[in-house]
């Protein structure tokens, strides 16, 4: 059995949405160098859409993965649909990762939230209650 | 392409190393343990196996070789022999190195719990360690010191013959982890002064599952495995014979060519280290000169090991890293970390294992790859990007 299954690696040879945003309405980053993996999420907010998502990503295949599947399940959602998205959702469509590499879906869970809590910050609109008490995992 | 660069995790068999397997499994069936014909020959090709061994490690008598399943199994025997056989002497305290492989780590952890007292020695930045250290650990109640010969994931070489002569001047067992030497070095057990040496077959081309303890005549090896007399009744379980006779027949094809094979890996080794070189901000790990003849062991600053080892294995390269995520765990390399390297560059780590087989046109395939596949994940990587920016400090210079 291969390490990783067949939509993960696809996600990691073609990452979609890589990238920067230029003057992005949100951007999150989660992760440090010590752990081994940072993510950052570039959004474009217009009404309550997310036009556009970009990310860039320091991390193993599944964390490459990951954001790339976590972008491609954002884009073009609304900003109520983007703050449900689940770690759990990111491995369900990339019909699983193993155990030691589901980190890497909450790492874009995570990072979502963080752009979306910046776009809140930056806009001015009134953040949800699920973002006030975000805290992102310590790895 | 297809390249295969894992020589430090398995090699293939050779085809000597086949040849005999195959050979065996027909030809010496017998259980050496029987009287009839069938096991007697069988004996009699196990005990020419043994006396094969013994010469090319240069063990003083072939009762010294103990065939094994393999290396972790040698070293487990040995740190166990040596622990719990000097115990009852009011010796509790042992010596190796942090960097050493699990199979000898884990093992000390285990002789920790039962109250035996380790000392964890880091090498210096090059990966060696300085024998003065090891002499400033020994105590009096010391029973063991216990120091690879070369490091499996850098490739450093220990200062055995000098440990060796410390450890005789001082009265101390000195057991070495040869598994990744054995073949590929000279090795001396009589000159070097090693008491004992555990190797493993399938690092010389030999088959998998099988591996030698030599342990010198006057040491009491203590029994992991009981059931039977078989190894002077020091390890029971039937004699796999064919591994056994597989096992040295690989080696006495690799010592028998041994200066020709080490020039041409190490030609190979220096050519991919020379490329690699050229690549920004990386860094080998690993003292450049007294390293294995085919390891290269490369930190690329700003990427993630086992995104760059997947992107090579897309275009047929077979490598290993060190970073947290080819492991078990989530922390990187214990070996890069112990000799000082920062995490963030252990992370970044990749590891070339050469071998004979390889050729220079690969070498220069993975130069090739190993660049392309460096850029692509800089690019996508954001810790790339504020080190580009100055908005982090690089660890190495450019």
């Known amino acids: 059995m291969a390490l990783y299954t067949e939509k993960v690696m696809d996600h990691f040879e073609n990452p979609r949405n890589v990238g920067v945003i230029e003057n992005a309405d949100g951007i999150g980053e989660i992760g440090n160098p010590i752990c081994g993996d940072i993510m950052k999420m570039y959004i474009k907010v217009e009404g309550d859409v997310i036009t556009d998502i970009k990310f860039k990503t320091f991390g193993c295949g599944s964390a490459i993965a990951s954001s790339s599947m976590a972008t491609e399940l954002i884009k073009g959602s609304t900003l109520d649909e983007a703050l449900e998205l689940t770690n759990k959702a990111v491995v369900e469509a990339l019909d699983g990762l193993p155990a030691r590499k589901v980190h890497c879906s909450v790492l874009a869970e995570e990072a979502i939230k963080a752009a979306l809590i910046d776009y809140y910050n930056k806009s001015g609109r009134e953040m949800p209650e699920k973002l006030k008490n975000f805290k992102p995992h310590e790895e | ?398």
């Open chain 2, 1 to 398: 392409m297809k390249v295969y660069a894992d020589n430090a995790a398995t090699t293939y068999l050779s085809e000597t190393a086949r040849t005999v397997l195959i050979d065996a499994l027909d030809k010496y069936n017998g259980n050496p343990n029987s009287l009839h014909s069938d096991g007697q020959l069988a004996k009699e090709k196990l005990e020419e196996a043994r006396q094969t061994v013994a010469k090319y490690i240069n063990a003083k008598n072939a009762n010294e070789i103990y065939f094994t399943s393999g290396g972790s199994e040698a070293d487990n025997q040995a740190l166990i022999s040596a622990a719990k056989g000097l115990k009852d002497k009011g010796k509790k305290h042992l010596i190796t190195l942090s960097i050493e492989h699990h199979a000898i780590l884990h093992t000390m952890a285990t002789l920790e719990k039962e109250g035996f007292e380790v000392t964890y020695l880091n090498p210096k930045s090059n990966g060696i360690v300085d024998v003065e250290d090891v002499r400033n650990a020994l105590r009096e109640d010391t029973a063991l010191v216990s120091v690879m010969f070369a490091n499996n994931e850098m490739g450093a070489i220990q200062p055995i013959p000098e440990i060796g002569a410390l450890c005789k001047e001082k009265g101390v067992l000195f057991h070495t982890d040869a598994v990744q030497a054995t073949a590929h070095l000279p090795i001396d057990v009589q000159a070097m002064n090693i008491d004992m040496l555990s190797l493993s077959a399938h690092k010389f081309h030999g088959p998998k599952g099988v591996g030698v303890l030599y342990a010198r005549n006057g040491i009491r090896l203590i029994n992991i495995i009981e059931g039977g007399a078989q190894e002077r009744g020091k390890r029971a379980g039937t004699i796999n014979v064919p591994g056994i006779l597989s096992l040295a027949a690989a080696l006495k094809e690799a010592c028998d060519n041994m200066e020709e094979n080490m020039n041409k890996v190490k030609a190979l080794r220096d050519r991919l280290i020379n490329g690699l070189k050229e690549i920004p901000y990386s860094k080998l790990n690993g003292d450049p000169v007294k390293r294995l003849p085919g390891n290269v062991n490369y930190s690329f600053e700003g990427v993630e090991g086992e995104s760059l080892l997947l992107g090579l294995d897309r275009e047929g390269i077979c490598c290993s890293s060190g970073s947290a995520c080819t492991s078990e765990s989530l922390d990187p390399s214990h070996v890069l970390t112990g000799m000082g390297l920062p995490i963030e560059l252990a992370h970044g780590s990749l590891r070339f294992s050469l071998d004979i087989n390889n050729t220079e046109e690969e070498i220069d395939y993975i130069i090739e790859k190993v660049n392309q596949v460096v850029d692509r994940y800089r690019e996508m990587s954001p810790l790339w990007e504020d080190l580009k920016t100055g908005k982090r400090q690089h660890y190495l210079p450019e």
